[in-house]
Nanobody, 124 residues
Framework: VQLQAFGGGLVQAGGSLRLSCAASGRTFSTYFMGWFRQAPGKDREFVAAISWSGGSKYYAGSVKGRFTISRDNAKNTVFLQMNSLQPEDTAVYYC??????????????????WGQGTQVTVSS
């Protein structure tokens, strides 16, 4: 599967952005999907993940209650709605996919496919 993330940009603290990740291939609905981010000089960190059906969702503690992950299997797209953004959310955001994951998905090494990343910058 090929992934393309978009929707990043520059936003003021307290603002919102919605990231999208479009996937190619007819088997998108069977993939476990995740969002990760990487700030300059830091390791890539887990943000959120969603099961193939959308029935199970997982969030990093730092974004829980502010970010919402969802997916539309008919459109081969996964979304990350980000509200109440803070400067510490500034990073390149990546979407990822894996066919074998069933839950969790916290470790980036568990994913086989990655998108190219989209920059999110939050100004104070």
């Amino acid at each position: 599967v090929q992934l393309q993330a978009f929707g990043g940009g520059l936003v003021q603290a307290g603002g919102s952005l919605r990231l999208s990740c479009a996937a190619s291939g007819r088997t998108f609905s069977t993939y476990f999907m995740g969002w990760f981010r990487q700030a300059p000089g830091k390791d890539r960190e887990f943000v959120a993940a969603i099961s193939w059906s959308g029935g199970s969702k997982y969030y990093a503690g730092s974004v829980k209650g502010r970010f919402t992950i969802s997916r539309d299997n008919a459109k081969n797209t996964v979304f990350l709605q980000m509200n109440s953004l803070q400067p510490e959310d500034t990073a390149v955001y990546y979407c990822a996919a894996d066919e074998d994951l069933a839950y969790g998905g916290y470790d980036p090494r568990e994913y086989d496919y990655w998108g190219q990343g989209t920059q999110v910058t939050v100004s104070s």
